[in-house]
């Protein structure tokens, strides 16, 4: 059974960086694609990026282009996400997850999430 589990987050100030790790347990990762998704205070649970199986496709929601990058080694079961120029309104807890296929998911077409890992930008 795969598990995913996020590090990285912390507290840094706006316009700093952070590169957040997800580890998936299990043989199916290197065959899925996977997902970073994120839940600010209040609000609604969204989509930040995606990467398919081999890294030919990644796809980035429009509040983040051109500040993060999704990136994954399979050899070593881990999708990052590198997050640059961040903004007090990044502050989320963000969430890995794997999607069910191996090409770039549908919002819905993830079927595994990790715990989360909070990320606080201050002003």
């Known amino acids: 059974q795969v598990q995913l589990i996020e590090s990285g987050g912390g507290l840094v100030q706006a316009g700093g960086s952070l590169r957040l790790s997800c580890v998936a347990s299990?043989?199916?990762?290197?065959?899925?694609?996977m997902g970073w998704f994120r839940q600010g205070p209040g609000k609604a649970r969204e989509f930040v990026a995606s990467i398919d199986w081999s890294s030919s496709r990644t796809s980035y929601a429009d509040s983040v282009k051109g500040r993060f990058t999704i990136s994954r080694e399979n050899a070593k079961n881990t999708v990052y996400l590198q997050m640059n120029r961040l903004k007090p309104e990044d502050t989320a807890v963000y969430y890995c997850?794997?999607?069910?296929?191996?090409?770039?998911?549908?919002?819905?077409?993830?079927?595994?999430w990790g715990q989360g890992t909070q990320v606080t930008v201050s002003s």
């Open positions: 299990g043989r199916t990762f290197s065959t899925r694609a």
């Open positions: 997850a794997l999607g069910r296929f191996s090409y770039l998911p549908r919002i819905d077409d993830y079927e595994l």
